[in-house]
């Protein structure tokens, strides 16, 4: 079975970083899109950021130019640098893959999520 597995969240001090990673395991034709996207309490689960196969980006504007993702293909890993965060980042983070399972079988899995809290 397919299983993603995430890491890196915590607890820390407003302008400081938190590298979260995430890894997929199972049997995998191909991943196209790896993202990481955040529910805070009380609301929607909402983008943070996403990477396509060509390693083209799109991030929330509210990230934009503290956060990085990046992909490693080669060991179905994907990764959030999260830097300057503000409590507002305070969320539970889960990370997204699409892509296909099969060539006639395409996936949309999800992760468990990680925990990450950002103290003023």
């Known amino acids: 079975q397919v299983r993603l597995v995430e890491s890196g969240g915590g607890l820390v001090q407003a302008g400081g970083s938190l590298r979260l990673s995430c890894a997929a395991s199972?049997?995998?034709?191909?991943?196209?899109?790896m993202g990481w996207y955040r529910q805070a309490p009380g609301k929607q689960r909402e983008l943070v950021a996403v990477i396509s196969s060509n390693r083209s980006t799109n991030y929330a504007d509210s990230v934009k130019g503290r956060f990085t993702i990046s992909r490693d293909n080669v060991k179905n890993t994907w990764y959030l640098q999260m830097n300057s965060l503000r409590p507002e980042d305070t969320a539970v983070y889960y990370c997204?893959?699409?892509?296909?399972?099969?060539?006639?079988?395409?996936?949309?899995?999800w992760g468990q999520g990680t925990q990450v809290t950002v103290s003023s």
């Open positions: 997204n893959a699409q892509g296909l399972l099969s060539t006639v079988l395409p996936f949309d899995y």
């Open positions: 199972g049997s995998i034709l191909r991943i196209n899109t």
